[in-house]
Structure formats: structure tokens, C-alpha cells
């Protein structure tokens, strides 16, 4: 069955226009802004005065991708989610499926019109072709990707909290397959490693932090700062347990702002996944996955079959590919090189080496990602140590220093009225990094960035500026520049595509070891400066570190 959306008071009308056989959005008295998702203040002009109105049901393909992978076993595949950007405010971008001809048929630039489909108290709002020729000029986001800069804010002061801490331990469990192994036994494992690799006892950490805390999503958290500081007996001065921060990185930005602020000097910091065991209980029968509505952010996108990140990413991906000329094998090389460092990672999951014809055979999943543009699900879980500056010199491991770290959210972040032309949430964090230091792109030895697909690690490379916005083809091409010994070596440990998903602190902790000198076959020669990503499409975070 479709998954429905979580009706209410404040949303009713958007969907049920269709029992009229209209479309209805709010608009702006003010300004004539519309707002989608509906919003009582304009985020434009910042007016309270809205209404809701109907608008003219027509627009234009501005991304698109075919779904092939089976999510539910009563949607049926191939099928398509685009998102349409409405005549009326080009602004506004509605996820729907395009139906009335053949998936292979649509195309970006594509004039569609609305047309209503019921399920229960619900109208999906869904669009077919209008047999019109296809539109040449598409609609721009509100901020050019090359522009971003201008919408960093300079540092408030000259002091930053980034001098004032460090990287002190790190321990990470082995990514394992359907492990059946309770993810709090693995979180306490890694967490007991990274204490001891410190030099640390569990009594001198008086901070805890961990993403997303105790979140209902299965497979995805350890059970949060209730479950661990109960098990192993901590009693922190300070404690966060949050997914609404700068991605999973966001628990080390939290803690390193309150290790800065000397409410505490030693935070532990916790990330766990067990999806590959939580899947495999759910395809045998016992678990059950929540019900119910589907409630915000994804409640304008789930109704349509966009039930994975790859469903989301792939619009943005089909619209990158196509303004910037880029093609499949640009993220091939990604996929490649990453399964190239695996290879040297006794740990990583996946360490056959493939080839270009290997990735492009790839079964597809939602195009235009194939299976080996996707991160490996998995059980594992890593912790990081980051202590006050001035301890570290006490303990047992040289520190690894915070030069500095991005944040700064720049576009809207609803999934699907963010940035069109990249991965939504990176461009802003990326450009406020180098507000923060004097190093450059051209400083950094060694490149840990997210790859839950192979895109996101597009994304990053040209929002981080090691090449231009759009350039990425030329970058990758061949693959040389971002291979172990070339002038960017990325991910070196196989990163989530070959290591597994280990939701962002694996890059964290393959950092640390690599500016340790401690990373063996895969280590990058000379490594002093690593940049490290960590989120996407949810507010993200990058981190600069370089070697004590």
C-alpha cells in the first residue's frame, strides 16, 4: 500500500484539492511568494499574512529518477519520482510520480500537468505529460552553487573554539554482515577502546554525546545517552543525544563547543549502526517495521515511493548530470577507487577489486545509481575521544588538532526545495570551513568525504573546492587524482561504498589513523592535513584536522 501522509489541521487542504480537481499551496499576501510546504510565515519576505489558493496545475521535469528497487512488496517497479517545478513560482517543487507513458519516456524539461489520485482521505497530487515541447530553460535555484561564499557569515570574534580541543581516542568495532550482536555490546566495545586508546579511565570522561540519540528508526542508534551512560556507569557534566545538529558529525561539533566552553574536558562521542542485522530481523520475521502516517520530513516525499535516500539524491543527480554534462562513469571512479583502498583494509567489507564495465552491469537501483553507487548497510559502531586542549599532552596518543570546522546551513531544508544542482547541505558547511583558517584546498594531503552514494562524494569534492562547481568530470576522469597516491587520495579505507556504512565517524576515525601514521598499507605519505564530511541532504558538517 502506499505510505500515506500524516494529515492534519494545518496541511488538509493541500491534500484533499484533489477531491475538486484542483491544486491548492499557501501564498503570500505580501509578496506572492507560494510556500510548500505550507508555512505560516513567509520565508521570503518574512510577511505573516498567507492563504491558501489554488494555482495553476502545470510545470516542468526539473529532475527525475526510475525507481527499480522493490521497497514494498505491493509498489510496483520501475516507476517514477521527479520533481516538478510549478509555472505559477518556480520556487516551489513538488516530489511526485509522472505517469501516463512509459518510465524511459521522461526526460528533464518536460511539460507536465496535475492530475489527482484517491487513497483514503488522501488526494496524491500526481502529473503527466502535456504533449507540449519540452522546456530549454530551467528554473535556476534561488543561489548559484559558485555564489555560496557570499552567504557565509564572518567569525564573531577573533577567539575560536576549535583551538581549545582535540581528538585524543578513537575505537570502532569491525563492520560486520548480519552480525545478530546487540548494537549497545557494540557501542560499548568501541566506546571502551576509544578510553583506552586515549589513555583514559571511564571516570575522567565527563561528557557524552552520541547521533541521533534514542531514535525509533530501526537499526540506527545503540539506544542513546540513556543506554550507554547507564551500561557503563558514566556520570557526565554534560550529555546530547540529538539528530536536529550538523549531521553525525554534529555530536563532535556539539562536544567540542562544550569542551571549549569548559563545562567538560574529556567527551565521548558515540555513533552505532545495526541495519544489515535489523533488515535481516525484518525479513524474517522478527521485527516489524513502525506504522502509521507518515509525519514530517518525509511525508511529502514517502506517498510517491521515495523511501530511500537514493530516491531523493537521484533526482538531484539526473539534474546535476544533466547541466554540467557529466555521465555515469564520473561516478564510477568513485565507486572504483574506493573498492581499490578496500582492497588494503583488512576490515573493509567488499575487497574485490572491479572494473568500469563491473560498476556500469551493476543491477540499477534508483537511476541513475546502480548497486555499487550505494553504501554497504552494516553493524558497527565507532567512538572519539575529544578532550580539552591542554590535557592532551597527558595522554597517551599525539592529538589530532581541530583547525576548523563548517556548519553554516545556506538554502532551504526541506529535502525537496533545497539545492537542485548538488546534494542539498553541503555547499553552505563547505564554504564556511575555510572562513575559519588560513589553509586552502591545495593544504590537504587527504580526503575523508561521505559517500552514501557516490554522488554525495561528488558534492563535496566541488563544494569543498578541490575543483570548480561542475568540474568533477574532468576531476575524476580516469580516476589518477583521487587514487591513494594521487593528489587528493580519497577515502583511502574504502570509505561507506566498500568499508561500510558506518554513517560518518568512519571517516572520522580513518582520519585520525591516517594523520597517526597508523593506517599501514592504505597510509597517505606525508598525511598532516585531512578534511573529513560527514551528512548530506540532512544538515551536514566538515571538520579540517591536521596532525599535533
Known sequence: MVALPL?????????????????????????GALLHPPAPVCGYCRAQDTRVTEVEPTGVVVGYTVNHQQWQPDLRTPYVIASVALDADPRVRLTTNIVGCPPDDVRIGMRVTARFARHEDVWLVLFTPTGEPDQDELPVDDVDPEQVRRLIRPMAGVERYEDKVAITGIGMTPPGRRLMTDPLALATRACLAAVEDAGLTLDDVDGLSTYPGRSPVGGFSEGGVTAL??????????????????????????AMLAVASGLCRHVLCVRTVWQSTYTELLRTGRAEEPGGRVGPPMDLTAPYGALSAANVLGVNASHYLRRYGASRETLGWIALTARANAGRNPDALYRTPITMADYLSARTVSTPFGLLDCDVPCDASVAVVVSAAETAGDLRQRPVLVEAVGTQITERLAWDQSTLTHEPQVLGPAAHLWSRTQLRPGDVDVALLYDGFTYNALCWLESLGFCGIGEAKDFLDGGRRIALDGELPLNPHGGQLSHGRTHGYGFVHEAVTQLRGAAGARQVAGARVAVVSSGGLTPASCLLLTSG
Open 7 to 31: 494529515v492534519t489541521e494545518f496541511n488538509r487542504f493541500y491534500w484533499t484539492a484533489g477531491a475538486d480537481g484542483v491544486l491548492r499551496l499557501t501564498r503570500c499576501t505580501a509578496c
Open 229 to 254: 551512560a547507564d551500561a557503563l556507569g558514566l556520570r557526565p557534566t554534560w550529555f546530547n543525544g540529538a539528530e536536529e545538529t550538523p549531521g553525525p558529525g554534529g555530536s563532535l561539533v556539539t
